[in-house]
T-cell receptor, first 112, second 114 residues
Framework: DAKTTQPPSMDCAEGRAANLPCNHSTISGNEYVYWYRQIHSQGPQYIIHGLKNNETNEMASLIITEDRKSSTLILPHATLRDTAVYYCIVSRSQGGSEKLVFGKGTKLTVNP | EAQVTQNPRYLITVTGKKLTVTCSQNMNHEYMSWYRQDPGLGLRQIYYSMNVEVTDKGDVPEGYKVSRKEKRNFPLILESPSPNQTSLYFC?????????????FGPGTRLTVL
């Protein structure tokens, strides 16, 4: 199973870009990289996912290195409401389907 | 509004008293799953279901049962709850397998077993 490594915590100033790194050096060719976040004890919220190419949506951008061994989630203009735990997940096979294995994530604190 | 609902949101019970936590989704999703979240351990999958009448064990299934008689509902059953099942529980659903689809999570059920 491809595992991910994330820093346990990061800080960011409000209005600045937040760049959250993730290492997944054992990722295989057909595994996706997913990002979710969890605000306090609410249900996790999907942010973005990608396979090889960089992706962007209304919430964030995902930059995946060419060798796919690492990725960066970018929140372009962080707000106080972006304070949350961010999970980088690589999908893994589960009896013919894939499943998501949540690690400990990165606790992002956006400061005023 | 597309959503996953769970009930109850909070529950305090005693050891051995059977309980059911309901989960329902209105998005016609095939895949549904239950997780528990404990401090320092992150989210761990309990059971999942690929479709109606198809369920399978996740990483921590001991002490739990599930059923999937209808596509929209996926109840979690604790036949004889014990204090080590005190946890925050999340139900989730996705169009098909979560490896290639966005997973929607419910608001959570905080369970305390005394």
């Amino acid at each position: 199973d491809a595992k991910t490594t994330q820093p346990p915590s990061m800080d960011c100033a409000e209005g600045r870009a937040a760049n959250l790194p993730c290492n997944h050096s054992t990722i295989s060719g057909n595994e996706y990289v997913y990002w979710y976040r969890q605000i306090h004890s609410q249900g996790p919220q999907y942010i973005i996912h990608g396979l090889k190419n960089n992706e962007t949506n209304e919430m964030a951008s995902l930059i995946i290195t060419e060798d796919r061994k690492s990725s960066t989630l970018i929140l372009p203009h962080a707000t106080l409401r972006d304070t949350a735990v961010y999970y980088c997940i690589v999908s893994r096979s589960q009896g013919g389907s894939e499943k998501l294995v949540f690690g400990k994530g990165t606790k992002l604190t956006v400061n005023p | 509004e597309a959503q996953v609902t769970q009930n109850p949101r909070y529950l305090i019970t005693v050891t051995g008293k059977k309980l059911t936590v309901t989960c329902s989704q209105n998005m016609n999703h095939e895949y549904m799953s239950w997780y528990r979240q404990d401090p320092g351990l992150g989210l761990r999958q309990i059971y999942y279901s690929m479709n109606v009448e198809v369920t399978d064990k996740g990483d921590v299934p001991e002490g739990y049962k599930v059923s999937r008689k209808e596509k929209r509902n996926f109840p979690l059953i604790l036949e004889s709850p014990s204090p080590n099942q005190t946890s925050l529980y999340f139900c989730a659903s996705s169009l098909s397998s979560p490896g290639s689809n966005e997973q929607f999570f419910g608001p959570g059920t905080r369970l305390t077993v005394l």
